[in-house]
Every structure is written in structure tokens, then in C-alpha cells.
T-cell receptor
């Protein structure tokens, strides 16, 4: 089982360049998330999609956009990359309903460096 | 707003010693609680979770955690540390009832000394 798949795993950008991180899950989950992980700050939620067709801002949405392409796929776009966006990005999915615990299933991460 | 506090961003233990990683949460309603583990250069994987019922929860790799409502705590323990336990551990909370986001603590890096 693939679970949650993210691409690319590594990327180096110059300031001002744009790129899209791709994420796909094969667990038929309704909800998908993008987090960034920075040293000493844990995981911070960038955007999430509670269900197909909806997206909402998390804690740190500035500088990012997302698209929930279909139930399987949730992409994160950096329109004009900045050095502050150097981070490790994780996509996750979960099944979130009443009486369902909604634990997250994570991809392996995408390490982004902005020069 | 929900929040999670992990005491100690770095913890060192000797191989064979007790592992204790602390987690406290803020809550006004019963939460779902999770511990995740992240090995170097990997994603996070679920170690264990508390939903309802038994307050002592057993997870993978010999870890367990106890939900204490009166202390709003969910500390992670393992009786005897192994070198392979060296990783970063994250406590997380989600509140029950409809759709709610998962909030993570800042993480605790566990070092195991031979």
C-alpha cells in the first residue's frame, strides 16, 4: 500500500520562483492537510481540505495556495518563493467524522530550500 | 483554542533506562490524543492513540501512555530504552465531535546513550 505519496522529495528554488508540491493518497480519506516542519516549532498547519471541494487556511497560510484536485489529490503551490519558506513539507490525510478518531497518515516529506 | 505542551525539547536516557516524555493539553471537552514518532528523514507515524475507555494505552515498540483527565496529561513511557528508539516524538490532540483539526506539540528529541 502506497498510503500518502508526495513529490518531489527534494527541491531547490531561487527567490521568486514558483513551484507546486504534489500529494496523493490511496486510502479514500476525505480530509487532507499540508504541514510545514521547522526546527523548534513542531508541525504547523498551512492549509487543509476537510472534504473534496473545500479548502481552508491553517495557522501559516501566507505565501501558499492549495488545490483539492479530487478526492485523492491535494497540491500546495508557492507562487513566489521566499527564503522563509525553506522547510520540510508534509502532506497528510485522515478520515474525520464523528466517533472516528481521525489520526493522520503522513507522506515522507518534501525538503524545500529557497536560496 | 486547543493546545499541546511538550516539556523538554531534548531528552537523553541511557540504554535500558526508563523513557518518560511529557505531554499536557488544554481542554474543555474530551479530546482524542496521539503520540507520533519521526525517525530521521522520514514522515511521522502513529505510535499510539487514546480515544475513550481504558486510560492506559499500549502502542508499538513497547511504548505506552496514560490519559489522566485530572492532570490534563498524556505522558509517553517505555520501561527500557533501546538504541532504535532515538527519534523525535510528537504529542497531538484532536477534539471529538464533528470536524476538528489536529494540533501538534513542538516535539521532543530522544537521544539514547549506549
Amino acid at each position: 500500500n502506497a498510503g500518502v505519496t508526495q513529490t518531489p522529495k527534494f527541491q531547490v528554488l531561487k527567490t521568486g520562483q514558483s513551484m507546486t508540491l504534489q500529494c496523493a493518497q490511496d486510502m479514500n480519506h476525505n480530509s487532507m492537510y499540508w504541514y510545514r516542519q521547522d526546527p523548534g516549532m513542531g508541525l504547523r498547519l498551512i492549509y487543509y481540505s476537510a472534504s473534496e471541494g473545500t479548502t481552508d487556511k491553517g495557522e501559516v497560510p501566507n505565501g501558499y495556495n492549495v488545490s483539492r484536485l479530487n478526492k485523492r489529490e491535494f497540491s500546495l503551490r508557492l507562487e513566489s518563493a521566499a527564503p522563509s519558506q525553506t522547510s520540510v513539507y508534509f502532506c497528510a490525510s485522515s478520515e474525520v467524522q464523528t466517533r472516528v478518531t481521525g489520526e493522520l497518515f503522513f507522506g515522507e516529506g518534501s525538503r524545500l530550500t529557497v536560496l | 483554542a486547543q493546545s499541546v505542551t511538550q516539556l523538554g525539547s531534548h531528552v537523553s536516557v541511557s540504554e535500558g533506562a526508563l523513557v518518560l516524555l511529557r505531554c499536557n493539553y488544554s481542554s474543555s471537552v474530551p479530546p482524542y490524543l496521539f503520540w507520533y514518532v519521526q525517525y530521521p528523514n522520514q514522515g511521522l507515524q502513529l505510535l499510539l492513540k487514546y480515544t475513550t475507555g481504558a486510560t492506559l494505552v499500549k502502542g508499538i515498540n513497547g511504548f505506552e501512555a496514560e490519559f489522566k483527565k485530572s492532570e490534563t496529561s498524556f505522558h509517553l513511557t517505555k520501561p527500557s530504552a533501546h538504541m532504535s528508539d532515538a527519534a523525535e516524538y510528537f504529542c497531538a490532540v484532536r477534539y471529538s465531535g464533528g470536524y476538528q483539526k489536529v494540533t501538534f506539540g513542538i516535539g521532543t528529541k530522544l537521544q539514547v546513550i549506549p
